[in-house]
């Protein structure tokens, strides 16, 4: 799904948000729902998430 997708990238710190507000925007409802919290948890050995990946408020 496009939530995956942005997800792996947002996890590499590979999306340049400033030129994407309307996407940003709905990534932030994406990951504020419950049923993403697991997956915003997970993280892959030695190559930690940006510090904002997490944040809902990025």
Same mark, same amino acid.
């Given at each position: 799904?496009? *939530?995956?997708?942005?997800?792996?990238?947002?996890?590499? =710190?590979?999306? &340049?948000?400033? !030129? @994407? !507000? =309307? *996407?940003?925007?709905?990534?932030?409802?994406?990951?504020?729902?419950? *049923?993403?919290? =697991?997956?915003?948890?997970?993280?892959?050995?030695?190559? &930690? &998430?940006?510090?904002? @990946?997490?944040?809902?408020?990025?």
């Amino acid at each position: 799904t496009a *939530a995956a997708h942005l997800s792996c990238l947002d996890y590499i =710190g590979d999306v &340049p948000w400033a !030129q @994407y !507000q =309307g *996407a940003k925007d709905w990534y932030v409802r994406i990951k504020s729902r419950p *049923a993403f919290r =697991g997956i915003l948890a997970d993280h892959v050995a030695g190559m &930690p &998430p940006p510090k904002l @990946y997490a944040n809902l408020d990025f």
